[in-house]
């Protein structure tokens, strides 16, 4: 998928100047890639917004317009207000069809566990995969099927459908395990068991010490008896 996009040239840098930008409802830019001089430009906050919501994300191709040139872009390093999460930044990296690029591409969770089920919770380990292809070839996102994941199960990147470009295939994507609070409990429960056991075997060691004691009291008596009679 491909985003037609407009840019302006612009001159002069700084704080003041990208301020004046961003109330004129403008992004400031920076053009660069394949060895041309980087160049200041400005493109219309709406419009980069629209392209970077599409399925594609931040993976969007741009078809990006400056004057008379065209150029295949993708948008890098991409800056927001960390409060109001406006755009205020964005590096557009010039592009080949015929080349691979570098790319992240999001994994989504589809179907359900049958571990989940029983109790057990998904703890993700990747969120992103980093990958190269072709531009034409870079995927929107990449599923994982966790519907016959059970408790202790876990998902790498090798067990994926093919990949072309994936350099990262012994990495795990994500696990089914058991609770943290289940497990606490758990051992919390095995701890007075534990406990339990041991006071049930101190109390049978006293129970073993106190028998011998009374039948000498009652020897002793008994003897005592039979001195006297005599």
């Known amino acids: 998928m491909e985003f037609k996009l407009e840019a302006e040239k612009r001159d002069g840098r700084g704080k003041g100047v990208a301020r004046k930008l961003r109330a004129q409802g403008q992004v400031p830019a920076v053009l660069y890639g394949h060895g041309m001089d980087p160049v200041s430009v400005a493109v ?27 150029h295949l872009v993708l948008a890098r390093e991409i800056q927001r207000n960390h409060l ?15 080349e691979k690029i570098s790319f992240q591409v999001p994994i989504t969770v589809e ?3 049958p571990g989940v089920k029983q109790g ?5 380990h990747l969120w992103e995969l980093q990958a190269e292809s072709l531009p034409g070839d870079v995927p929107q996102s990449i599923e994982v099927d966790i519907s016959k994941m059970e408790i202790g199960d876990t998902f790498r990147v090798a067990d994926l459908t093919a990949l072309p470009g994936v350099t990262t295939e012994e990495e795990t994507i994500l696990s089914v395990v058991t609770p943290q609070v289940l ?10 068991a534990a406990a339990e056991g ?3 075997a101190e109390a049978a060691e006293g129970g073993e ?3 011998p004691s009374e039948a000498s009291e009652d020897k002793s008596s008994s ?5 006297g009679e005599g």
């Open 120 to 124: 057990g919770v998904v703890e993700h």
């Open 44 to 70: 219309d906050a709406k419009e980069l917004g629209h392209a970077l919501h599409t399925d594609a994300g931040a993976n969007v191709l741009v078809d990006l317009h400056v004057g008379s040139d065209k």
């Open 183 to 192: 497990e606490v409990e758990e051992a919390a429960e095995g701890e007075e």
């Open 209 to 211: 010490g106190e028998a």
């Open 111 to 113: 179907g359900e566990s």
């Open 223 to 227: 003897e005592e008896g039979g001195g």
């Open 84 to 98: 109001r999460g406006e755009l205020v930044h964005v590096d557009f990296l010039v592009i080949r069809r015929d």
């Open 198 to 200: 041991e006071e049930g």
